[in-house]
């Protein structure tokens, strides 16, 4: 089939969701696809990373943060407009609320002119959050929200989700949890909603040996005999790094954690006045953007990964440190498989973390890392992606 994508991250930079739409283009390529990538582009970010029978249309990204769906989804849509005008795709997978002007013009299509050849083509809408769900969230916690999401982004976004919902010809969710909550606040068609959880490259993310493991940490700068404690991804308030900071406080010397990833300024800075405050700013090693094929090394050094997230879809992050072999306690999100050395945080208060981290690594815990190979490799999920397709095509337009 030719499949047409829009995603508004793909690398580099390999940031946000980039990977996870890479890696499953690369995985569905081996099934005989070929793609036409609509994406977004930041200035100077270098070549962008091609793969074979890929081809792409690209637009600038977001000028100001937070202006997305007012100017780069707008740009895409008439990209998509003028492409469209010349070129046929037999189905088109659009993720999130990039497609947002997209959706709308489906639903007038469907409404109105259901016989034009852009209807023609099945319409598959993946999502990886929903913003009423999330909001809710953040209002239950009491989370102040900056005015630029609360008066103008969710509302546009929400607006995006439920005509995603209401044009799709089915719908991708990367967790029960989020097709659950299509289902509630968006009236969602539950015939039409599938879970299709996030992959990982077992390839590029495995263990290593003890001896590679010092070496890894040498190269890290790290003391082979310290507790490694990882977090990877961005610094945002609902990831609740502070309290896994303030949780190094109750957790002996040689227990280090190593944070790789950047995010919110005003939440890094946070960070570092928590570091000051409990004292612990000799044991947390903050590292930053690191590209995405240089990651392994990281899950690879540690000896815990820890997320205690608010809420989250599927974690990729998660699904790296289990095919690495390396233990995970987490939270915001439940997986539909129960897999060895993944546990779930019950609260995420420091203390309670604390006393989590200490005992995985005092009692080591083992991974089955063949059950995540199993299930969760990106070829597995290209093939659950095909089920979705067929579903599509066949069910278009009812």
Request: aromatic letters at 12%; proline letters at 7%.
């Amino acid at each position: 089939m030719r499949i047409a994508r829009m995603i508004y991250e793909w690398p580099p930079p390999w940031l946000g969701l980039a990977p996870a739409p890479y890696e499953l283009t690369k995985s569905q390529v081996k099934l005989g696809h070929t793609f036409e990538v609509f994406c977004a582009r930041w200035p100077n970010s270098g070549p962008i990373e091609g793969l074979n029978k890929v081809d792409f249309n690209l637009v600038p990204r977001e000028p100001l943060p937070g202006t997305m769906l007012l100017t780069s989804a707008p740009a895409m849509f008439f990209r998509y407009l003028s492409w469209r005008s010349h070129n046929k795709t037999d189905l088109i997978h659009a993720h999130g609320h990039f497609g947002m002007w997209f959706y709308w013009y489906r639903k007038l299509l469907k409404k109105h002119f259901p016989w034009v050849e852009e209807m023609k083509a099945p319409l598959v809408v993946h999502f990886h959050n929903t913003v009423k769900g999330r909001r809710t969230k953040l209002e239950e916690a009491e989370t102040e929200i900056k005015n630029m999401s609360k008066y103008i982004n969710w509302p546009l976004a929400e607006a995006s989700d439920r005509w995603a919902v209401r044009t799709a010809d089915a719908c991708v969710f990367v967790s029960e949890e989020l097709k659950q909550e299509a289902i509630k606040y968006y009236k969602a068609d539950p015939q039409k909603c599938f879970v299709v959880e996030t992959g990982v490259n077992t390839e590029t993310f495995k263990p290593v040996s003890l001896e590679e493991k010092v070496k890894t940490r040498l190269e890290l700068k790290l003391n082979p005999e310290d507790k490694i404690v990882l977090n990877v991804g961005a610094m945002v308030e609902r990831k609740n790094i502070h309290f896994l900071v303030e949780a190094m406080a109750h957790l002996p010397d040689n227990y280090k954690l190593l944070l790789m990833g950047e995010g919110d300024p005003d939440y890094e800075d946070r960070l570092d006045k928590t570091m000051i405050d409990n004292k612990v700013k000799h044991k947390v090693i903050k590292v930053g953007y690191t590209p995405y094929p240089q990651i392994p090394i990281a899950y690879q050094s540690a000896d815990v990964f820890v997320l205690p997230s608010s809420f989250e879809g599927i974690p990729k992050v998660v699904m790296e440190s289990l095919s690495c072999g390396v233990p995970v306690l987490a939270s915001g999100f439940k997986l539909n498989e129960d897999i060895l050395g993944l546990e779930y945080l019950e609260e995420i208060g420091p203390r309670y973390i604390a006393g989590r981290i200490k005992d995985m690594i005092e009692n080591h815990r083992s991974v089955d890392r063949y059950k995540v190979m199993h299930l969760y490799s990106w070829d597995t999920k290209a093939a659950e992606m095909e089920r979705v397709y067929e579903y599509a095509k066949k069910n278009h337009l009812k």
